[in-house]
Every structure is written in C-alpha cells, then in structure tokens.
C-alpha cells in the first residue's frame, strides 16, 4: 500500500509542475546590439510586443509582454519612481469613464486587480510596468497604456532593477 500512494502523489507532484510551467518566468537570453541604450536600462519595442533588460556584452533579457491597445499607447523615456509588491489599484479617470461601475481601489491581491504580483510604477505619468491576474493578455494590445507581464516575469524583472532604472518605449 505505502508504494501505492508514493506512487500516486508522485504522479500528482509531476503533473503539477508540467501544468505549473507556463507561469513560470520565460525570459529569453538574446543578443541586443545598440550603442543606443546602457546595461540597465529597460527598452519596450510596443509594436514586438516585448520587453528588453539591457546587459552587458550585446545582450538582453526579452520578456513577452502586453502592451496599450490603439489609441492608447505611448512612447519616451521615463524612469522607474516606485517598486510595489501586491499593490492596491486605483483605476485612473480614463478607466473609471469607461468602466464607471468599477471600484475605486482594488486591493492587492484580489482576483480582480490588474496589477498581479508586482507593479513598477513610472515617473511622469498614471502608467506602470506590472503583473497581470489574466495572463493570456501578454502578447496583445491590451492595456490603457500601462506594460503588462506575467506574474512570473515581472518577479524576475523585479528582482534585476531598481528605482531610477530608465525605461524607454518606442512604438
């Protein structure tokens, strides 16, 4: 019998780690050769739908990411101003007029907060570079104009800037 349940859980253990995969961080090591941007700094390519942490020697981390749907994307230079785990959301004025019946907070960790795990707001503005609680939404244009990753990836990302780290979006 004790081989048995072994057995059983051990084929429960695997198969939760084989479903467990796609939310896993993916970011991919890739070559990035541009005297444009510094080690450090974080480089969103809108229209590639993708994120790049630029690194040393020609390279880049590249994360999937979901990005401001027509009309509502944007491209410059910002900076990291706050790094936030489980963050509270407040829908900006934009989102309340569209979705009038929304909440006005959202508290972290809830279901229905769009800002998953973590959230790295940017100077200048009411956008944020964030996790996501829906993540078949990375990879399209999706967003209000914030920069939406898998929860998985934006831990990892994270984990590998700080506040200052300058971010740069082009279309």
Excluded at 59 to 67: H, T
Excluded at 84 to 108: C, F, H, L, Q
């Amino acid at each position: 019998m004790p081989l048995r349940i072994a057995a059983a859980l051990a084929v429960t253990i695997g198969a939760g780690i084989a479903l467990s995969s796609p939310a896993q961080a993916r970011p991919e090591m890739v070559g990035m050769r541009s005297a444009e941007y510094s080690p450090g700094t974080i480089v969103v390519k809108t229209n590639e739908r993708r994120l790049y942490l630029i690194l040393d020697s020609g390279k880049a981390m590249r994360y999937p990411v979901g990005v401001g749907r027509s009309g509502k994307q944007w491209a410059g230079t910002t900076r990291i101003d706050g790094k936030y785990t489980n963050p509270a959301w407040s829908p900006p004025r934009e989102v309340k007029r569209d979705k009038p019946n929304m909440p006005d907070v959202i508290p972290g960790g809830s279901p229905r907060n769009p800002m998953g795990v973590a959230a790295m707001t940017l100077s200048g503005g009411e956008y944020a570079i964030h996790g996501t609680n829906m993540p078949g939404s990375v990879g399209g244009f999706v967003s209000y104009g914030c920069i939406r990753m898998l929860n998985a990836d934006i831990t990892d990302l994270y984990s590998r800037v700080s506040v200052g780290t300058t971010v740069v979006v082009t279309r």
